[in-house]
């Protein structure tokens, strides 16, 4: 079975930083596609960042600049980098992760984690 842990969420000032992990274990033959989401109370889930395993990034707009994405391939895990945080931030953080389970010709199944609370107080 495949798991995704998230750590690192917490309550942080305005203008301060927290560092995400997400590491993903289990029968996982490779990860194509590791990211983040978040999801504030009423909204929608949406996209943060996500990585490529050959490091190509993309972020949401309201992010650029201030978080940061990165993984560690040996280790299956995908970290986010937040700095300059703003109360508009909060939101429960989740990982996602885009893999195959047993060859490059299986099918790729996404799987989540159970997610991680970031609260930005002003």
């Known amino acids: 079975q495949v798991q995704l842990v998230e750590s690192g969420g917490g309550l942080v000032q305005a203008g301060g930083s927290l560092r995400l992990a997400c590491a993903a274990s289990?029968?996982?033959?490779?990860?194509?596609?590791m990211g983040w989401y978040r999801q504030a109370p009423g909204k929608q889930r949406e996209l943060v960042a996500r990585?490529?395993?050959?490091?190509?990034?993309n972020y949401a707009d309201s992010v650029k600049g201030r978080f940061t994405i990165s993984r560690d391939n040996t280790k299956n895990m995908v970290f986010l980098q937040m700095n300059s945080l703003k109360p508009e931030d909060t939101a429960a953080y989740y990982c996602?992760?885009?893999?195959?389970?047993?060859?490059?010709?299986?099918?790729?199944?996404?799987?989540w984690g159970q997610g991680t609370q970031v609260t930005v107080s002003s």
């Open positions: 289990g029968s996982i033959f490779s990860i194509n596609e």
């Open positions: 990585i490529q395993s050959d490091g190509r990034t």
């Open positions: 996602n992760a885009y893999l195959r389970l047993t060859s490059y010709s299986s099918p790729a199944y996404s799987y």
